[in-house]
């Protein structure tokens, strides 16, 4: 079935530091990608998507691009800050399905 | 503001006490859904709920139950908890399909619930 594996956190980091979180799917057909945000007590919101191969998402310094050719969509930063400290979950969903399927989410803790 | 809300926040009962959490959404959403968050197994779907009437299961529907009477609210029901439905719970609202592809979810901030 459709899946979605993630790289194991917790992800420490200093300020400024370089950040990737790999993601990786399986799906049987033509999946949207999706990176959801979850900040300490709050719900996930949408931090970036993609809908068709090499389309890039981005938003607040953070991209990950949509690779069919290795089934990847990681999410990159360049320089992170403490508020970007969160659990990071990669989703998608295909075709006419209503839901998405999740990773198992990867912690980023970012140090001053 | 345009918002998912739930309630209550945070429920600690005993097995078997029949419970509600509420989900109501103020966008005029057609689509709504319930996930549950486990450690080490991100979210997964409970039911959802297309339209007004309309309900299916998801991956996880054993021990639970919904409604969809009126569009903005989606109520989940547990008719008789169990320690393993011990969890955190989000409810999620999206426009709706647009061709095959599915819109943004909207997240309300979560309920946890604990079983004893």
């Known amino acids: 079935g459709d899946s979605v594996t993630q790289m194991e956190g917790p992800v420490t980091l200093s300020e400024e530091a370089f950040l990737t979180i790999n993601c990786t799917y399986t799906?049987?057909?033509?999946?949207?990608l999706f990176w959801y945000v979850q900040y300490p007590g709050e719900g996930l919101q949408l931090l970036l998507k993609?809908?068709?191969?090499?389309d890039k998402g981005s938003n607040k310094g953070f991209e990950a691009t949509y690779r069919k050719e290795t089934t990847s969509f990681h999410l990159e930063k360049g320089s992170v800050q403490v508020s970007d400290s969160a659990v990071y979950f990669c989703?998608?969903?295909?075709?006419?399905?209503?839901?998405?399927?999740f990773g198992a989410g990867t912690r980023l803790a970012v140090h001053p | 503001e345009a918002q998912v809300t739930q309630n209550p926040r945070y429920l600690i009962t005993v097995t078997g006490k029949k419970l509600t959490v509420t989900c109501s959404q103020n966008?005029?959403?057609?689509?709504m859904s319930w996930y549950r968050q486990d450690p080490g197994l991100g979210l997964r779907q409970i039911y959802y709920?297309?339209?007004?009437?309309?309900?299916d299961k998801g991956d996880v529907p054993e021990g639970y139950k919904v409604s969809r009477k009126e569009k903005r609210n989606f109520p989940l029901i547990l008719e008789s908890p169990s320690p393993n439905q011990t969890s955190l719970y989000f409810c999620?609202?999206?426009?709706?399909?647009?061709?095959?592809?599915?819109?943004?979810?909207?997240f309300g901030p979560g309920t946890r619930l604990t079983v004893l």
């Open positions: 999620a609202s999206s426009p709706g399909l647009a061709g095959l592809r599915i819109y943004e979810q909207f």
């Open positions: 799906a049987t057909g033509y999946p949207s």
């Open positions: 993609a809908t068709k191969a090499d």
């Open positions: 989703a998608l969903s295909v075709g006419g399905y209503n839901k998405l399927i």
């Open positions: 966008m005029n959403h057609e689509y």
């Open positions: 709920s297309m339209n007004v009437e309309v309900t």
